[in-house]
């Protein structure tokens, strides 16, 4: 067998830099502190060199002091002191360096070597799931780019942890809510309503917008996204299914020019309108907007589509629209098994990019002419299950036409039926239907 045949076979990992990491510990134990949120036991190759670091680690828990003696102990007591060389390879530790100064560029080579192994047991995984002719190929690269945005993101789950690890960051954000008492902690939608009651669109939720056939479900996706993008220049993600990319920003344009959406189609312009339309393209164009219109994307598609979204455009939010346009993976399901594996996968891959997930939904026609509740929501309650908060657009059929001055402002009820995390409730907002828009509306409460 020749050298570069052996290379392969052995997975990389550097000795000198786990003992060197060990006994810098030793040395000066206030050096954990400076590793505990970059370096875990799994970290290390040889399972010694893990159970050595993970002892370190209780006796720090415990409050304890960490030195020879100490951790001996600790190792006999859990009956793995014989199995990591016996006491006298943990009084080597501290001689195999000379100083605890270098020690995160010691653990640095550990992590580094750390992740080139997790690729190297991601790609035979996906090098067997590429052979296996039960697999579909789409899957599988689904699958494969899944797990390199986890190891990219460093988003590696932990199974599990502790309440004490979880407290310190809770009371921090406490802390940061007291001294921005006026700020959100989400994403804003620029409907002061709204925000009131959600305090934003916040990270790992997953937000379910239902209304009936034309009350305005993409248009009011499309002003919360509009004011994310372009007033806070927040990055937004929007999966179009249902209309162009093209028609879309036809959209956006009439509402950010305050041009009639019509007037724009049939042509019909007057020269003062091309200020206001170039105005509105300026403001498009610098906005961190990305759009997708592929019509019946994929479940697959779009959630790689969205994990490419989040780390190389840093995108805050994604729009859905609509939930039910999405292809799930198994056809052959009955259709509401299929919504539900469709809300699930969302409601996962919010918690997995940290980010939220606005989808937009139908309600069913019972609810026709009255207000919807959660048991409205169309096809599936499994979307009322997985859902965060669900937001209902209701207002009387027909009332956008009852008057057709250009000034024209339709008030709307945005229904929070749902919210995990909050208060429920109902307020008013403007939809102006020349602009295809939603405004904030005064006297907002009700």
Not at 72 to 82: E, F
Not at 169 to 198: F, H
Not at 294 to 312: E, F, K, V
Request: negative net charge; hydrophobic residues 40%.
């Amino acid at each position: 067998m020749d050298q570069n045949t052996q290379d392969l076979k052995t997975p990389p990992y550097n000795h000198e830099a786990e003992i060197a990491t060990l006994g810098a510990v030793l040395l000066d134990p206030d050096c954990l502190s400076r590793l505990q949120q970059s370096l875990r036991a799994e970290d290390f190759y040889r399972a010694a060199h893990q159970r050595v670091f993970q002892a370190i680690h209780l006796l720090s828990e415990k409050g304890e002091e960490i030195d020879l003696i100490t951790l001996t102990h600790a190792l006999k007591a859990a009956g793995d002191l014989d199995r990591v060389g016996g006491a006298g390879f943990i009084s080597s530790l501290t001689t195999a360096v000379p100083s605890s100064a270098n020690v995160e560029y010691y653990a640095k080579i550990v992590r580094e070597l750390s992740i080139r192994r997790r690729l190297l047991r991601i790609s035979q995984e996906i090098i067997q799931e590429a052979n296996d002719p039960g697999q579909e190929s789409r899957a599988v690269i689904e699958s494969a780019e899944k797990r390199i945005f986890e190891l990219t993101a460093e988003n590696l789950s932990e199974g599990y942890r502790k309440a004490g690890d979880i407290i310190s960051k809770t009371v921090e954000s406490i802390e940061q809510l007291y001294r921005n008492k006026d700020s959100y902690t989400g994403v804003p939608s620029g409907l002061a309503a709204l925000d009131s009651m959600l305090s934003g669109f916040q990270d790992s939720e997953f937000i379910v917008i239902g209304a009936r056939p034309s009350v305005g479900k993409t248009a009011f996706a499309l002003t919360v996204a509009a004011n994310a993008a372009i007033r806070s220049k927040i990055p937004v993600g929007f999966f179009t299914l249902e209309m162009a990319d093209h028609h879309l920003m036809q959209r956006l344009i009439a509402s950010e020019a305050r041009i009639s959406s019509q007037t724009i189609r049939t042509g019909m312009l007057r020269a003062s309108d091309f200020k206001s339309l170039t105005d509105a393209a300026g403001l498009i164009y610098d906005a961190p907007l990305w759009i997708n219109d592929t019509p019946n994307i994929s479940l697959l598609d779009l959630r790689a589509q969205a994990r490419r979204m989040r780390s190389q455009e840093d995108v805050k939010i994604i729009f859905v629209d609509y939930l039910t346009l999405v292809t799930p993976e198994d056809t052959r399901i009955p259709r509401h098994e299929q919504i539900a594996a469709i809300s699930r996968s969302l409601k996962a891959l919010a918690r997995e990019l940290q980010i939220p997930i606005v989808a937009l939904s139908q309600v069913s026609r019972d609810s026709e002419g009255k207000r919807p509740t959660l048991a409205s929501i169309r096809e599936s309650g499994s979307i009322e299950q997985d859902a965060d908060v669900v937001l209902f657009l209701h207002r009387e059929r027909g009332i956008e036409h009852e008057n057709t001055d250009d000034m024209n402002v339709v008030e709307t009820e945005l229904i929070i039926a749902k919210q995990r995390n909050g208060p429920v409730g109902t307020v008013k907002i403007a939809f102006v239907p020349r602009y295809t828009r939603f405004e904030a509306y005064a006297g907002h409460s009700m």
